[in-house]
């Protein structure tokens, strides 16, 4: 059994020797847990923060702890009377290692989706969808006609919260990196219009697409692009704090907005957090589903192959080096 370990804190995008990978044998599982195989690593910008030691949502993985993360897999040997060998799990932290002995607790049942590959649960019907459904239609509330900004446009949540947020009338700008990803973003997902952050001013690029200025954002990034968003906004405008990727590798506290706009404009930011809307995930999946089904919202997943390959892939999430959700295949359906 193949398990990565965090082994050092890294100190920006991770390095050689912070994570290492080591073997040992599969372990049995005891009275009320299950063995399971994994298929599918989902990788995260929020396992980067886990590996710090920072407060958190989540305590920080251990030194010399197996790296936390979710992943889908089967159920090859079970003292459980909830689970049989062949089903297929989710646990909730089945972290990055060919098995794991997982308490039935901490397992949820996955059922695959009709006519959708296996990897929709763990992206558009998972938590990715989950995380855009729920800053869009609970946090952010557009209204037809609404200008709304989201940044990390075309990653996984982005390009599922604008797709959304179009279902609901609302006109939108999504921040992405390169030509390539703001054309997918215009001319195959509907956005309205796309700022590339590399090659354009962000703030003169607003002022050119918004010129009545901002009604919602939804952020993902925080930092430079966050600020030349929030100097934008309108009076009761609405902010659904997603994540702030641009600081999960930071060594320093990146720049803060201009907390007075807050007062002056009446403005509504919000956090939330996708592990909050679990128990809602019918209501996104009915939803979402049928306007997969009609090809209304398009959905793409990056598949690597290897769990000896995860550190150089999860890197990909802060190089921006990825098309659609991160997945690692660890081993076969
Ligand atoms: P993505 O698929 O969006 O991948 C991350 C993207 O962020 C990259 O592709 C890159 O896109 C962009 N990016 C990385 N670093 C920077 C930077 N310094 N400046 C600008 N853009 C950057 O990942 P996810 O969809 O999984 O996650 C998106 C955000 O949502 C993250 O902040 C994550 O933490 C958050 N999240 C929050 C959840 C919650 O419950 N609140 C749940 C799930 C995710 P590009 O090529 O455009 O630079």
Redesign the pocket.
Known sequence: NRQWVLRRRPQGLIQDGDLELVESPVADPGDGEVLVRTIYLSL???NRTWMNDSEGYLPPVGLGDVMRGLTLGVVEATRSDRFKEGDLVMPMSGGWADYAVVPDSQLRPVHRFPGLPLTANLSVLG??GL?AWAGVTDVLRPEPGQTMVI??A?????SIAGQIAKQKGARVIGI???AD?GRWLTEELGFDAAID?KNEDVGEALDRLAPDGIDLNFE??G?D?MIAVWNRLNTHARMAV?????AYNATRMPPSPNFSRIITHRLEVRG????DYAPRAREMVAEVGPWLADGRVKWKVHVDHGLEGAVQSLNR??T?D?DG??LVRVSEE
């Open positions: 995260d910008p929020t938590m990715t995380t940044s990390a075309a990653g996984a949540v982005g992405a990196g390169g990803k952050y993902n990034v930092g692009i997603c994540g702030l990727i641009s939330f957090l996708v592990l999430l802060f921006g990825h959700k991160l």
